[in-house]
Each structure stands twice: as C-alpha cells, then as structure tokens.
C-alpha cells in the first residue's frame, strides 16, 4: 500500500522554525519527486519545495527561498522541509506528493517540480499555523 505521511503540524509564533516530514513507503522511493505543496483558506494550492530522489536536485517557491530548506533521507524514505522564520502567511495545511520520475526524458521546466494534477500520490495534509 502506497502513503504519504506527514508529521503533525504546529502552532508557532511568528520568527519560530518547525520541521515537517513527510514518510513515504509503497514504491520506490529513490525513483521519485517529492514536492511540498501548501493551501491556506480561499487560495490555491502552491508549491514550496520539491526535491529529486534519483538525482538530489531542489527548487524553492519565491515566497520561502532563504527560508525554508527541503532534504530528504533515503535510508528513511523521509523527505524534510525545515521552515525558518516562519511569518504568519505561512500558515496553511502542508502536503506531500510524490511523483515519478523517467530518467532520460525531459522532465519540464520546473523540475524537479511538477503541475499539480501530475502527481501520483498525496498525504493527508498537516496543518501549520504561525501567529503574529
């Protein structure tokens, strides 16, 4: 059986860190994109980070580079999104989604992220809430 589990979220003031993770098991883990995605009330889901398990390539959303650093361990099959000076339009429920990858194939411009509706596989979501 496939999944994508995310730690439990958290309350943090404003400034606060928080790490989340996000294990996987099911499938192959090193042949896969893991992407963070987040959504807060009324808006659209987005990308915040995305991170290659076949070749360790990263990407950022605007809104957290400097901030926020995804990695993963793949002894664990776990992929990490620490978050740094966490600021209130941070707060959202953060997901994981795991996409494969087709070496020798392009992979599109924002690799190693991909639309949204690409994805195979999704967690259930953690809420973080950061308070000014």
């Known amino acids: 059986e496939v999944q994508l589990v995310e730690s439990v979220g958290a309350w943090v003031q404003a400034g606060g860190s928080l790490r989340l993770a996000c294990a996987a098991s099911g499938f192959p883990f090193d042949e896969y994109a893991i992407g963070w995605f987040r959504q807060a009330p009324g808006k659209e889901r987005e990308v915040v980070s995305c991170?290659?398990?076949?070749?360790?390539?990263?990407t950022y959303g605007d809104s957290v580079k400097g901030r926020f650093t995804i990695s993963s361990d793949n002894a664990k099959s776990t992929v990490y999104l620490q978050m740094n000076s966490l600021k209130p339009e941070d707060t959202a429920v953060y997901y994981c989604?795991?996409?494969?990858?087709?070496?020798?194939?392009?992979?599109?411009?924002?690799?190693?992220?991909?639309?949204?509706?690409?994805?195979?596989?999704w967690g259930q979501g953690t809420q973080v809430t950061v308070s000014s």
């Open positions: 991170i290659s398990e076949s070749d360790g390539s990263t």
């Open positions: 989604a795991a996409r494969e990858i087709f070496l020798g194939y392009y992979n599109g411009p924002s690799y190693p992220c991909f639309p949204k509706s690409d994805y195979d596989y």
